[in-house]
């Protein structure tokens, strides 16, 4: 499971926003959607085998036996 | 009589992500099309939030506020003679610009980084100058 950082800086003085780390680096102004594109909202995620995941083929008639 | 006017302008332009700021900085305030500030000094003005303090004594006149200007932005203004904070330090227009941009700038950070299922390290977060820092962090499954 990935560990992932990132540092804000803000300034008061002047307005701005900088967010850095992860292989990401901005400034401008849109900075928060960037991160958003760059990093990325995570879906739903099932902890599941995968052996689960697949629908599993109908049985044919010789196989059942 | 004498004004002690002062005003600062910011660049914050959602209010929202503001009076949360302002909640954070220990603040309380009025809301309303309506509403001026008033000071011991004779300073009245129209804003649209009206800082109503958290100190009787120093704010029983509500001398500040903000008002939003044409541009979408707020500026903090009005009459910040021997203010102070929910700590007891001094508030003046530009301390009080800068606390509320960065506080509010750190609300949206929290929100919108929240979303991406970050959370801050609150053990990072520090305050040099107009400088506000911290780092979020997750754990990507």
Redesign the interface.
Known sequence: MPYQKVTVVIDGATGSLSIEGDGFKGSECNVLDQVEQSLGIITKTEAKSEKFQYVLPDLLPNQVG | MMSHKTEIK???NNRAFLLKALDNMGFTYQEGENLHTQSRYGVREKVDILITGNNKHTYSDNPIGFKKEADGTYSATGDFYGLTDANGKSVSAKSL??????MS??A??NQ??G????QM?KN?RKQEG????????????
Do not use: H, Y
């Open positions: 910011t660049k914050l610009g800068i606390n509320a941009t960065c700038k750190e949206e950070v919108r980084l979303n991406l299922r970050f390290d990072s107009s400088k506000l820092s911290f780092t979020m962090q997750r754990w990507v499954p």
